[in-house]
């Protein structure tokens, strides 16, 4: 399972999906993760879909999209491009803190993540 983390500093999850400029993909395999690299998503685009068609090609291959903020239109986009977006709680929510999350919500998955490990 790989997670695609809107972060300025790859410590927390406090980037909105439409301003992110760098994202930061891990991957979770068994009971632990792993940093995989990041991805600059910087280049400036006038056009408001196309701008998100953009954000969106720098999750690819990913499966959950993990934000501060995303909205409406943003987050319709990314499920349909077969990626599960998710809000952070607060902006000093952890990256560290939310990858033993997911780990250990695989014990007993909910039906969206089901999806994705199954």
């Known amino acids: 399972m790989r997670i695609a983390f809107a972060s300025k500093d790859n410590i927390h999850i406090n980037q909105h999906f439409g301003w992110c400029k760098e994202f930061y993909i891990y991957e979770i395999k068994d009971d632990s ?8 998503s910087s280049i400036e685009i006038e056009d408001e879909i196309e701008k998100l068609n953009y954000k969106i090609e720098c999750c690819e291959g990913c499966d959950i999209l993990y934000v501060q903020q995303i909205g409406p239109k943003a987050s319709l986009m990314v499920k349909a ?26 014990e007993n998955p909910p039906i969206w993540m089901r999806r994705l490990i199954g």
């Not at 993760?33 to 600059?40: H, L, P």
């Not at 709680?89 to 695989?106: A, T, V």
């Open 81 to 106: 491009s077969k990626i599960f977006p998710m809000q952070s709680s607060s902006e000093n929510e952890k990256i560290e803190d939310i990858l033993n999350k997911l780990i250990k919500m695989k």
């Open 33 to 40: 993760f792993s940093f995989i690299k990041s991805v600059d």
